[in-house]
């Protein structure tokens, strides 16, 4: 369907003459895995044995035995007529893999045998406790796990069909600090917007670009949103304490509910108060970890201090939770907001959306997420590396100030920082420590 950069990473795998391991593809519903699965499977083997165990109970019983692989082979070629198990030359893709736990446990069996390969998919495979009462365990050491989120802002730009030498022009502007041409700048400030309305979920975006409708865009997306609710309670048949598995399933309920309004907030700090009145932390930890682990949010932390490594420096209580996708973020809104959006009045979440798709944009290219906050009112977006340095990040809905941004850098003895990215609309621009980029650079910052 979509160009998508995780396709070299599959390539890279493959080509990995010394690989004793099958490959996980780890990420949320509706993302395209097992489309670009099956795209990469058909250019470069031979034989493709396709299961879906969600689709398929038969398949799961086939790995309720010994994980003889001979045994295993020749079940599964008597339940699929026509494939083929040729060594070397046989790709097998277990899709839905968290439907059926021994499948997995069973990679470590093919991978020691060495004739096969193996791809897994699944959409629920970071959740801790998910199918445990079924699981013979996971294959240590034989796996080779990567993360597929949705489209990011480049990939919607190839979806677009915009053109390699507007898309090279940019490039060549960010890394030259030039300013790009107004002509240029307008358009993409407008396909950021619609970037932050549809998101990357890639069904939203063929949606978008075949009816050219935002309400169909928004339909769509609250089906998805639907779905994961469905997915939150997936987990409950597969635990011994249903009384407790219902408790938290309202907690993660409450938590993902509680997005918009917590980002509302001046101060976006995720606070338990607003959960239920007396809501605590300890009760609410394995609800946020649950959507964390689901790749449904994104979670960004307050440091201590800003000197590397940030990771070091982390408050583990205080945070901020950002949906995943931008997309799905605005369909949680009232109604109306995508059309706020492209028209360039946001209203009282303008600050929370470009937010979110910057932390959605840092996430999709491994960024960890950090912020800076002091009660004096000190408070800095996010803060990453940037060529090894500790870096300031700031985003304005429009063009905007940075003053904690200045006092940071003003001085350099006490928080040992001297550099600054703003993202805002306005062009490309370099003065002494900091650096403006419009925000659909954002995806160049690497």
């Known amino acids: 369907m979509f160009k998508r950069k995780i396709m070299d990473e599959l390539i890279k795998w493959k080509n990995d003459t010394g690989k004793k391991k099958a490959l996980v593809i780890k990420g949320m519903r509706q993302i395209g895995k097992t489309y670009i699965v099956q795209v990469f499977a058909k250019e470069n083997y031979e034989n493709i044995v396709y299961i879906n165990f969600k689709d398929n109970e038969s398949a799961k019983k086939i790995f309720d035995g010994d994980f003889i692989v001979d045994r295993l082979t020749l ?32 990679i470590k069996a093919f991978m020691l ?95 978008f670009l075949s009816t050219n409708d935002m ?6 997306q609250r089906d998805i949103l639907e779905e994961f609710k469905d997915d939150f309670g997936k987990h409950l048949d597969e635990n011994e304490k249903e009384e407790t598995d219902f408790v938290l399933l309202g907690r993660i309920n409450r938590v993902f509910d509680s997005i918009p309004a917590q980002l509302a907030k001046e101060n976006k700090k995720f606070t338990y108060a607003m959960l239920e009145k007396k809501g605590r932390s300890e009760n609410y930890q394995a609800a946020i970890q649950w959507l964390y682990d689901a790749g ?49 009045d946001l209203g009282m979440y303008k600050g929370a959306i470009y937010e979110n798709i910057i932390a ?31 870096t300031l990040v700031e985003v304005k809905a429009t063009t905007g100030n940075t003053k904690s941004a ?41």
């Open 296 to 344: 449904i949010v994104n979670l960004c932390y307050n440091l201590s201090n800003l000197s590397l490594p940030l990771e070091g420096n982390k408050i583990d209580n205080i945070f901020k939770i950002y949906m995943q996708d931008t997309g799905l973020f605005v369909a949680m809104l009232e109604e109306g907001s995508a059309g706020r959006i492209l028209s360039g």
């Open 360 to 390: 959605d944009a840092f996430s999709k290219v491994g960024r960890a997420l950090y912020y800076y906050h002091k009660d004096s009112g000190l408070e800095i977006d996010f803060i990453t590396s940037i060529d090894a340095n500790p």
């Open 406 to 446: 200045n006092t940071i850098l003003k001085n350099k003895s006490q928080y040992g920082v001297d550099h600054c990215v703003k993202l805002s609309e306005n062009n490309v621009g370099e003065e002494a420590e900091k650096l403006t980029i419009p925000y659909y650079m954002v995806y160049l910052l690497k």
């Open 215 to 220: 309400n169909v865009v928004l339909e769509e």
């Open 75 to 106: 079940d599964i070629s008597a339940m699929l007529p026509g494939i083929h198990f040729v060594p070397g030359k046989t790709v097998m893709i277990f899709d839905e893999v968290q439907e059926c736990a021994n499948a997995r446990a069973s």
């Open 113 to 207: 045998d060495g004739r096969y390969d193996i791809i897994c998919t699944g959409s629920l495979l970071g959740i801790k406790g998910y199918n445990r009462k079924k699981n013979r365990g996971i294959p240590t050491g034989f796996e080779h796990i990567i993360y597929m989120k949705p489209m990011d802002f480049e990939e919607f730009l190839w979806a677009k069909g915009v053109d390699e030498a507007v898309l090279e022009e940019v490039r060549d502007c960010f890394a030259q600090r030039r300013a790009i041409s107004e002509t240029i700048h307008t358009s993409m400030l407008r396909y950021f917007r619609e970037y932050m309305c549809v998101g990357g979920m890639p069904y939203v975006v063929d949606r």
